[in-house]
Nanobody, 126 residues
Framework: VQLQASGGGSVQAGDSLRVSCTAS????????TGWFRQIPGKEREFVAA????????LYGDSVKGRSTISKDSAKKTVYLQLNNLKPEDTAVYYC????????????????????WGQGTLVTVSS
């Protein structure tokens, strides 16, 4: 599985932006795609997650209410819509995929994900 993140850019505070993550290879419905973000010197922070079945979504506290994660199975693409962006949202955004697991499933911890994309930079100016 390979993941390609795209859609980052420079925006103003209050703007919206949509980043995308396109997967190649075989994806099982029980797999989950997560978005994380990272600024230099800090650990990767969980942003949102969705399974390829689309049966649920999960958001981190920092973006809850301001973001929407969705998927297009035909395009093997997961989208993260970010609204009302703030300067503190500035980070490199990474998408990651977690393979199906029978146990020990955790969608908010970066170490539980098996594949990672290269990241896309989002810069929010005040």
């Amino acid at each position: 599985v390979q993941l390609q993140a795209s859609g980052g850019g420079s925006v103003q505070a209050g703007d919206s932006l949509r980043v995308s993550c396109t997967a190649s290879g075989r994806i099982f419905p029980a797999s989950a795609t997560g978005w994380f973000r990272q600024i230099p010197g800090k650990e990767r922070e969980f942003v949102a997650a969705i399974p390829w079945s689309g049966s649920w979504t999960l958001y981190g506290d920092s973006v809850k209410g301001r973001s929407t994660i969705s998927k297009d199975s035909a395009k093997k693409t997961v989208y993260l819509q970010l609204n009302n962006l703030k300067p503190e949202d500035t980070a490199v955004y990474y998408c990651a995929l977690q393979k199906p697991r029978l146990s020990n499933r955790n969608y908010t911890g970066a170490r539980f994900y098996d594949y990672w994309g290269q990241g896309t930079l989002v810069t929010v100016s005040s």
